[in-house]
Protein backbone atom coordinates (compact mmCIF):
# COMPACT_ATOMS: atom_id res chain seq x y z
CA UNK A 1 0.00 0.00 0.00
CA UNK A 2 1.31 3.72 -0.88
CA UNK A 3 1.86 5.63 2.09
CA UNK A 4 1.40 9.83 1.75
CA UNK A 5 4.35 11.69 1.06
CA UNK A 6 4.01 15.23 1.76
CA UNK A 7 7.71 15.47 0.82
CA UNK A 8 6.73 14.92 -2.82
CA UNK A 9 3.85 16.69 -3.49
CA UNK A 10 5.21 20.01 -1.69
CA UNK A 11 8.29 19.17 -4.36
CA UNK A 12 5.86 18.37 -7.28
CA UNK A 13 3.75 21.71 -5.98
CA UNK A 14 6.92 24.14 -5.76
CA UNK A 15 8.94 22.56 -8.97
CA UNK A 16 10.21 24.77 -11.59
CA UNK A 17 12.55 24.16 -14.47
CA UNK A 18 15.96 26.49 -15.02
CA UNK A 19 16.21 27.99 -18.37
CA UNK A 20 19.03 26.12 -19.85
CA UNK A 21 21.31 29.57 -20.65
CA UNK A 22 21.81 29.81 -16.58
CA UNK A 23 22.65 26.25 -16.42
CA UNK A 24 26.69 25.42 -15.75
CA UNK A 25 29.39 22.82 -14.35
CA UNK A 26 29.75 21.19 -12.69
CA UNK A 27 27.12 18.69 -14.73
CA UNK A 28 26.14 15.15 -12.90
CA UNK A 29 28.91 12.57 -13.31
CA UNK A 30 28.35 8.86 -14.95
CA UNK A 31 26.83 7.49 -11.49
CA UNK A 32 24.88 10.09 -10.95
CA UNK A 33 23.37 10.62 -13.87
CA UNK A 34 23.20 6.56 -14.17
CA UNK A 35 20.82 7.15 -10.77
CA UNK A 36 19.16 9.86 -12.77
CA UNK A 37 18.30 7.82 -15.95
CA UNK A 38 17.01 4.86 -13.86
CA UNK A 39 14.52 7.14 -12.18
CA UNK A 40 13.13 8.93 -15.39
CA UNK A 41 12.62 5.14 -17.24
CA UNK A 42 10.16 4.18 -14.37
CA UNK A 43 7.23 6.26 -16.04
CA UNK A 44 3.66 4.03 -17.77
CA UNK A 45 4.85 1.30 -20.23
CA UNK A 46 2.08 -0.15 -21.35
CA UNK A 47 3.09 -3.35 -22.63
CA UNK A 48 7.01 -2.76 -21.83
CA UNK A 49 7.97 -2.02 -25.02
CA UNK A 50 10.27 0.79 -23.84
CA UNK A 51 9.66 3.38 -26.77
CA UNK A 52 12.13 5.43 -25.72
CA UNK A 53 15.97 5.52 -25.49
CA UNK A 54 19.32 8.00 -24.27
CA UNK A 55 21.63 9.73 -25.93
CA UNK A 56 23.82 11.42 -23.35
CA UNK A 57 25.80 14.48 -24.84
CA UNK A 58 28.88 15.67 -23.30
CA UNK A 59 30.53 19.11 -24.24
CA UNK A 60 32.91 17.62 -27.21
CA UNK A 61 29.58 16.68 -28.69
CA UNK A 62 27.94 19.42 -28.18
CA UNK A 63 30.43 21.85 -29.81
CA UNK A 64 29.69 19.02 -32.97
CA UNK A 65 25.85 19.42 -32.65
CA UNK A 66 26.46 22.95 -32.50
CA UNK A 67 28.76 23.48 -35.71
CA UNK A 68 26.10 20.95 -37.41
CA UNK A 69 23.19 23.11 -36.69
CA UNK A 70 24.68 26.06 -38.02
CA UNK A 71 25.40 24.51 -40.94
CA UNK A 72 21.76 22.65 -40.92
CA UNK A 73 20.08 26.19 -40.41
CA UNK A 74 21.81 27.89 -43.21
CA UNK A 75 20.82 24.91 -45.69
CA UNK A 76 17.27 25.18 -44.71
CA UNK A 77 17.20 29.23 -45.17
CA UNK A 78 16.52 30.08 -41.58
CA UNK A 79 16.92 33.31 -40.41
CA UNK A 80 20.14 34.54 -38.64
CA UNK A 81 18.33 34.59 -35.03
CA UNK A 82 16.96 31.88 -35.29
CA UNK A 83 19.85 29.93 -36.26
CA UNK A 84 21.95 31.31 -33.71
CA UNK A 85 19.22 30.37 -30.82
CA UNK A 86 19.68 26.46 -32.00
CA UNK A 87 23.75 26.81 -32.25
CA UNK A 88 22.95 28.69 -28.80
CA UNK A 89 21.58 25.46 -27.10
CA UNK A 90 24.03 22.91 -27.97
CA UNK A 91 27.26 25.56 -28.06
CA UNK A 92 26.31 26.76 -24.64
CA UNK A 93 25.18 23.55 -22.77
CA UNK A 94 27.87 21.22 -20.77
CA UNK A 95 25.33 18.22 -20.73
CA UNK A 96 22.47 17.23 -22.44
CA UNK A 97 20.20 13.90 -22.51
CA UNK A 98 18.49 13.41 -25.75
CA UNK A 99 15.43 11.50 -24.91
CA UNK A 100 14.76 9.77 -28.01
CA UNK A 101 11.32 7.83 -28.95
CA UNK A 102 11.24 4.96 -30.39
CA UNK A 103 8.31 3.40 -31.73
CA UNK A 104 7.62 -0.15 -31.52
CA UNK A 105 5.65 -2.41 -33.54
CA UNK A 106 1.92 -3.59 -31.67
CA UNK A 107 -0.87 -4.89 -32.27
CA UNK A 108 -2.05 -3.79 -28.90
CA UNK A 109 -0.15 -0.26 -27.78
CA UNK A 110 -0.95 2.33 -30.23
CA UNK A 111 1.91 5.14 -31.47
CA UNK A 112 0.47 7.82 -29.34
CA UNK A 113 1.08 5.90 -26.09
CA UNK A 114 4.58 4.88 -26.81
CA UNK A 115 4.56 8.78 -27.75
CA UNK A 116 3.27 9.80 -24.40
CA UNK A 117 5.46 7.41 -22.35
CA UNK A 118 8.66 9.20 -24.12
CA UNK A 119 7.34 12.15 -22.83
CA UNK A 120 6.86 11.08 -19.13
CA UNK A 121 10.38 9.72 -19.76
CA UNK A 122 11.54 13.75 -20.51
CA UNK A 123 9.75 14.99 -17.57
CA UNK A 124 10.73 11.88 -15.43
CA UNK A 125 14.27 13.12 -16.12
CA UNK A 126 13.84 17.13 -15.34
CA UNK A 127 11.96 15.81 -11.77
CA UNK A 128 14.47 13.47 -10.81
CA UNK A 129 17.65 16.16 -11.72
CA UNK A 130 15.67 18.86 -9.28
CA UNK A 131 15.23 16.66 -6.63
CA UNK A 132 18.53 15.91 -6.67
CA UNK A 133 19.83 19.01 -6.50
CA UNK A 134 20.47 20.00 -10.70
CA UNK A 135 19.12 22.62 -12.49
CA UNK A 136 17.31 20.73 -15.47
CA UNK A 137 14.73 21.93 -18.36
CA UNK A 138 13.25 20.30 -21.25
CA UNK A 139 13.52 21.64 -24.51
CA UNK A 140 13.82 20.68 -28.16
CA UNK A 141 13.70 23.72 -30.80
CA UNK A 142 14.19 23.45 -34.55
CA UNK A 143 17.33 21.59 -34.62
CA UNK A 144 15.45 18.42 -32.80
CA UNK A 145 12.85 18.55 -35.45
CA UNK A 146 15.16 18.44 -38.44
CA UNK A 147 15.28 15.13 -39.83
CA UNK A 148 19.25 15.41 -41.22
CA UNK A 149 20.29 17.12 -37.96
CA UNK A 150 18.48 13.85 -35.68
CA UNK A 151 20.51 11.32 -38.81
CA UNK A 152 23.68 12.82 -39.11
CA UNK A 153 24.01 14.57 -35.38
CA UNK A 154 22.48 12.12 -33.34
CA UNK A 155 22.38 9.11 -35.74
CA UNK A 156 18.56 8.40 -35.03
CA UNK A 157 16.91 5.58 -37.51
CA UNK A 158 14.68 5.85 -39.52
CA UNK A 159 11.06 5.99 -37.32
CA UNK A 160 12.88 7.38 -34.24
CA UNK A 161 12.43 11.23 -33.04
CA UNK A 162 13.52 13.23 -29.89
CA UNK A 163 10.96 13.60 -27.31
CA UNK A 164 13.36 16.17 -25.24
CA UNK A 165 16.58 17.41 -25.08
CA UNK A 166 17.43 17.40 -21.49
CA UNK A 167 19.77 19.94 -20.14
CA UNK A 168 21.03 19.15 -16.58
CA UNK A 169 23.62 21.53 -14.67
CA UNK A 170 24.54 23.49 -11.90
CA UNK A 171 21.85 26.19 -11.73
CA UNK A 172 23.92 30.20 -11.41
CA UNK A 173 20.33 31.54 -10.83
CA UNK A 174 16.82 30.62 -9.64
CA UNK A 175 14.37 31.87 -11.89
CA UNK A 176 11.51 34.14 -10.74
CA UNK A 177 8.16 32.35 -10.36
CA UNK A 178 5.97 32.24 -13.35
CA UNK A 179 2.09 32.16 -13.64
CA UNK A 180 0.45 28.95 -13.30
CA UNK A 181 -3.12 27.82 -14.65
CA UNK A 182 -5.94 28.24 -13.26
CA UNK A 183 -7.24 25.01 -12.15
CA UNK A 184 -10.88 25.75 -12.18
CA UNK A 185 -10.71 26.97 -15.45
CA UNK A 186 -9.54 24.22 -17.33
CA UNK A 187 -11.54 21.47 -15.43
CA UNK A 188 -14.50 20.05 -16.08
CA UNK A 189 -16.31 17.50 -13.25
CA UNK A 190 -18.44 14.70 -15.18
CA UNK A 191 -20.75 13.79 -12.26
CA UNK A 192 -23.68 11.87 -14.10
Same mark, same amino acid.
Given at each position: ???????????????R?R???T??P??????A??????A?????D?????? &????? #???? !??VR? $??? *???? %?? @????????????V?????????????????????????????????????????AL??? &????? #??G? !????? $??? *???? %?? @??????????????????????????????T?????
Amino acid at each position: MLQRDDSVMAFLLGRRSRPARTLRPPVPDAAALERLLTAAARVPDHGKLEP &WRFIV #LEKT !ALVRL $AAL *AQVR %GA @ALGLEAERIAKGVAQYADADLVVAVIAVPRPSDKIPPIEQTLSAGAVCLGLVNAALASG &WGACW #LTGW !AAHDR $AFC *AEGL %GL @AKGEFVAGMIHIGTETRQPPERPRPDIAAITEWVRA
